[in-house]
């Protein structure tokens, strides 16, 4: 019989994760620049993803979910990146560090152990893996830092105490962004900061790092994924440059698919 396409195996569905995600962008412009006409991409959130892409799993099914590296799927499952020959999620590029304007004049401490902070993709996902097979986000966070002295050494070189001084972090609900915005709040408190996690969407994340409503966020995504939210606030924000190199993001399926690159979706 005729051969059944990707497309009607997955019902010519994608699924997304928050609409505010860069990727989420990113694919829309994939679905147009491909031509993938027939197909659709679902809106949910990073977990709803994770819980779709482990229900199909279990089960040897087809999906393709927006996908990005760091991320704990990729420890727990066996899984590829669609080849995109259009560059359309652009190349590998790096999770940068950003601040209110001011922050570094009302917080220099805190100032400088964010502009200190720097790790590795596999620090992330020890933290990540955590926190998937069950422990509290806070608890996976002090263990690592507990774990990482030299680490944290360097990141807090200099550094003087204070006493409560108030500071909010702002970050998405993204698996890479709780990993890493629980390790730096739990590095701001030890040195004395009373340190407020705010999860937001992704745009009011940098509507509220421009506003000065929130102080910092370890979750920005440069120069390709977060490109548009850049571009609004510039100005409005002091960028500290890259706490982790070497990101990607890209449409993901289980390497039991026979299927290698966006352009077989059509
Ligand atoms: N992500 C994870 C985010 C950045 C971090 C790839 C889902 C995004 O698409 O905006």
Redesign the pocket.
């Known amino acids: 019989g005729a051969k059944v396409s990707v497309g009607e195996m997955v019902d010519y569905k994608i699924i997304g ?1 928050d609409p505010g ?3 989420m962008k990113a694919t829309e412009k994939a679905i147009e620049e491909y031509g993938l006409n027939d197909w659709k991409l679902v809106e949910g959130s ?1 977990a709803a993803m994770t819980a779709a892409l482990k229900k199909a799993y279990d089960k040897e099914e087809p999906i393709i979910v927006t996908g ?1 590296t760091p991320h704990w799927k990729f420890a727990k499952f066996d899984l590829k990146y669609l080849d995109d020959p259009k560059g359309v999620y652009g190349d590998e590029e790096s999770i940068h560090t950003i601040v209110r304007n001011g922050f570094k004049e009302d917080h220099p401490n805190a100032y400088k152990v964010l502009d200190q902070f720097y790790w590795t993709a596999d620090d992330m996902s020890a933290v990540m893996v955590m926190i998937e097979e069950g422990m509290k986000e806070e608890e996976a966070a002090a263990k690592w830092v507990e774990e990482n002295a030299d680490t944290i050494a360097e990141w807090t070189a200099g550094v003087e105490k204070v006493n409560g001084d108030k500071i909010t972090l702002a970050y998405v609900a ?1 698996a ?2 709780i990993a890493s915005t629980n390790v730096i709040a739990k590095v701001l408190q030890d040195i004395g900061y009373n340190v407020k996690l705010t999860q937001l969407e ?1 745009g009011a994340m940098w509507a509220g790092i421009a506003d000065g409503s929130a102080d910092a966020s370890v ?1 920005a ?1 440069l120069p390709v ?2 490109a548009d939210y850049f571009a609004e606030f510039q100005g409005k924000f002091e960028d500290l440059g890259p706490n982790l190199e070497g990101t990607k ?1 890209g449409l993901v399926v289980p390497s039991y698919m026979e299927i290698n690159s966006i352009e077989e979706l059509k």
């Open positions: 994760i995600a860069g990727i990073g990005w993204w890479s962004e992704a979750a995504w994924t977060h993001i």
